[in-house]
């Protein structure tokens, strides 16, 4: 169950109408890594939880608080977009007859979509999805996409900070900016608490440790003659995993004689193909045959083998 109250978190109110700054606030919105997606995905990952007690309560908390932050940024365009479009034509046309052509940059969708409100949709009139979210299930992976998801979020919000004067909208970006700082720290120290937990042993997601490619774990492979990569520390010393040290292959090369070649089409594809048998034109129906009653055949002989 959820309740409403009727205030915001923080104040969402402009000095002046801006509906060119109201189009550039849409990918806080509804960006890929806008608040609509830390909103999904946190409360996805609380409903799928199946640890009871402080984990669950913690995303469920912070799930709730954005949604919050998304009726912020709505109440915010709403406001900023008063009086458009009639009115930031007019301011444009003033300035630039060019600008005016477009509106003065608003988003014309502002005006003939959502009747001067914000829309659920990035800076670029993409729609919001759900491919934007991460909700596997395992927290340990789960809070380190969390981790990604904040950080990005934050860098996006304090991109828009400095496209604007409105000290108004200053004030409420100075708010998100501080907690997605915060989030950031929460879901770090949420990791730490897995690991004390007994969740994960050294925060890193190592399901199915035991059958992983035991040389492969440690090895950094270079694939460019100059690279300088060796110099760092992801090349040299123990590993954080275990008690092995890292390997740094320079120039590394192929561990496989392997090529990527797939196999013959069918012939009803017409794919172009190179007819190894040597029967019929590679890339002709003809070859296409050949080739497939080849492969029939050996196949066959592999059977009776």
């Known amino acids: 169950m959820f309740k409403h109250v009727d205030y915001l978190q923080f104040q969402a109110k402009p000095e002046k109408p801006d509906a060119l700054l109201a189009a550039k606030m849409q990918e806080l919105v509804g960006g890929q890594f806008g608040e609509m997606t830390v909103m999904m995905q946190y409360l996805w990952q609380g409903w799928s939880c199946r640890v009871p007690g402080k ?5 469920m908390d912070i799930a709730t608080e954005e949604i919050g932050h998304v009726e912020m940024l709505t109440t915010m365009l709403a406001r900023l977009l008063e009086g458009a479009p009639n009115e930031a034509t007019e301011k444009a046309a003033a300035a630039n007859p060019l600008l005016a052509a477009v509106l003065g940059g608003m988003n014309p969708q502002h005006a003939i979509v959502s ?17 934007y979210i991460i909700a596997s299930g395992n927290l340990l992976s789960d809070f380190r996409s969390n981790v990604a998801a904040e950080a990005q979020s934050r860098l996006m919000t304090s991109r828009v900070y400095n496209m604007t004067d409105d000290r108004g909208v200053k004030d409420m970006l100075q708010f998100n900016l501080a907690r997605d700082t915060w989030h950031q720290q929460q879901w770090l120290l949420g990791i730490e608490s897995l690991i004390a937990d007994g969740f994960s042993e050294a925060g890193i997601e190592d399901s199915n440790a035991d059958v992983e490619n035991q040389d492969a774990n440690h090895t950094f492979y270079s694939f460019d003659p100059a690279s300088t990569a060796g110099e760092g520390r992801w090349a040299q010393g123990p590993t954080l995993l275990g008690d092995k040290e890292i390997v740094y292959v320079p120039d590394a090369q192929p561990l496989t004689d392997d090529k990527p070649l797939g196999p013959a089409p069918d012939p009803k594809l017409f794919v172009t193909y190179d007819g190894a048998m040597g029967k019929g034109k590679p890339g002709t129906g003809a070859g296409a045959h050949a080739q497939g009653v080849a492969n029939v055949v050996n196949k066959i ?5």
């Open 301 to 305: 002989k592999g059977a009776l083998e």
């Open 115 to 131: 009747g001067g409100g914000a829309l659920p949709r990035d800076a670029a009139g993409v729609p919001w999805n759900t491919g």
């Open 55 to 59: 984990y669950k309560d913690m995303i």
